[in-house]
């Protein structure tokens, strides 16, 4: 038993030294990022262009300076209400009618335009745990909803992603933790079948070299079997039709073979400039 066990320690000490293969732990990607949470689309950068829900509709402010259209702008007004406008424009994407404000799609979208804002937040105050609490507990009320709108609606499902521009990252049914020891081997395996592919192509590519010169020389042969059947008045075993097809697998390989010279001439050409 020591024996065996001094034995593999000797062939993993000798793996070791001839891969070079390094393991980096991935970094960590907090929930709140639009990563995990499934956002692809962000918020609307220039705020001053928007006026707040309250004095969108009065025909005063459409002729007002630019000064006073600054003031009451969302910019000016505070997040409050820079977040009712993000929300109000999700639900008029997906809203049914006019008076629709508890179905799942409006939900939805009224949750995701809060997610949104709060990643806003976050990435301005990383460190705001009550934050961090409140937009998780968003994202996975979203879940929850989009779940469920799976369950019994995929075509609803479907389109209500497409319009909010999100996608949808469900729970992981197991929990697989990532350690180093498994990494490594995947990272070994990978090694090792880069280096089996590599020997394959080069392989490949010797018996392709070879083959023209075989070719060839299956050509004279058979032309001189041919011939001194012809002479000898024997009973002719090789054919027109072999010999011609023996020239054209020869013409294609060159013709093959004119096109690799010409890629690794180009090639080398790049690499010179």
């Given at each position: 038993?020591?024996?065996?066990?001094?034995?593999?320690?000797?062939?993993?000490?000798?793996?070791?030294?001839?891969?070079?293969?390094?393991?980096?732990?991935?970094?960590?990607?907090?929930?709140?990022?639009?990563?995990?949470?499934?956002?692809?689309?962000?918020?609307?950068?220039?705020?001053?262009?928007?006026?707040?829900?309250?004095?969108?509709?009065?025909d005063?402010?459409?002729?007002?300076?630019?000064?006073?259209?600054?003031?009451?702008?969302?910019?000016?007004?505070?997040?409050k209400?820079?977040?009712?406008?993000?929300?109000?424009?999700?639900?008029?994407?997906?809203?049914?009618?006019?008076?629709?404000?508890?179905?799942?799609?409006?939900?939805?979208?009224?949750?995701?335009?809060?997610?949104?804002?709060?990643?806003?937040?976050?990435?301005?105050?990383?460190?705001?745990?009550?934050?961090?609490?409140?937009?998780?507990?968003?994202?996975?009320?979203?879940?929850?909803?989009?779940?469920?709108?799976?369950?019994?609606?995929?075509?609803?499902?479907?389109?209500?992603?497409?319009?909010?521009?999100?996608?949808?990252?469900?729970?992981?049914?197991?929990?697989?933790?990532?350690?180093?020891?498994?990494?490594l081997?995947?990272?070994?395996?990978?090694?090792?079948d880069?280096i089996?592919?590599?020997?394959?192509?080069?392989?490949?590519?010797?018996?392709?070299?070879?083959?023209?010169?075989?070719?060839?020389?299956?050509?004279?042969?058979?032309?001189?079997?041919?011939?001194?059947q012809?002479?000898?008045?024997?009973?002719?075993?090789?054919?027109?039709?072999?010999?011609?097809?023996?020239?054209q697998?020869?013409?294609?390989?060159?013709?093959?073979?004119?096109?690799?010279?010409?890629?690794?001439?180009?090639?080398?050409?790049?690499?010179?400039?």
């Amino acid at each position: 038993m020591l024996r065996r066990f001094t034995s593999l320690v000797i062939q993993n000490r000798g793996i070791k030294q001839q891969v070079d293969i390094k393991w980096v732990r991935p970094d960590y990607v907090p929930a709140y990022k639009p990563e995990r949470s499934g956002d692809l689309e962000g918020l609307p950068k220039d705020t001053v262009k928007f006026t707040a829900l309250d004095f969108s509709l009065s025909d005063e402010i459409k002729d007002a300076p630019e000064a006073v259209k600054k003031i009451f702008s969302v910019a000016h007004l505070g997040r409050k209400e820079y977040r009712t406008l993000v929300q109000k424009d999700l639900i008029d994407r997906v809203r049914r009618h006019k008076y629709d404000e508890n179905t799942s799609e409006t939900r939805i979208a009224r949750i995701t335009g809060h997610i949104r804002c709060l990643q806003e937040t976050m990435e301005l105050h990383p460190k705001n745990v009550n934050t961090k609490k409140l937009v998780q507990e968003l994202i996975d009320r979203r879940k929850k909803l989009l779940k469920f709108l799976r369950q019994y609606d995929y075509k609803k499902f479907e389109w209500l992603l497409e319009k909010l521009n999100i996608e949808y990252k469900g729970h992981p049914e197991t929990y697989h933790k990532l350690t180093r020891k498994e990494s490594l081997r995947k990272l070994t395996e990978m090694h090792c079948d880069d280096i089996r592919n590599k020997k394959l192509s080069d392989y490949r590519n010797l018996l392709e070299s070879q083959q023209g010169p075989f070719l060839q020389e299956k050509l004279n042969t058979l032309k001189f079997i041919r011939s001194e059947q012809i002479e000898l008045q024997l009973p002719i075993t090789v054919n027109e039709q072999d010999i011609a097809k023996v020239e054209q697998q020869l013409q294609e390989w060159k013709l093959r073979d004119k096109q690799k010279q010409q890629a690794k001439q180009k090639k080398k050409n790049i690499l010179l400039d």
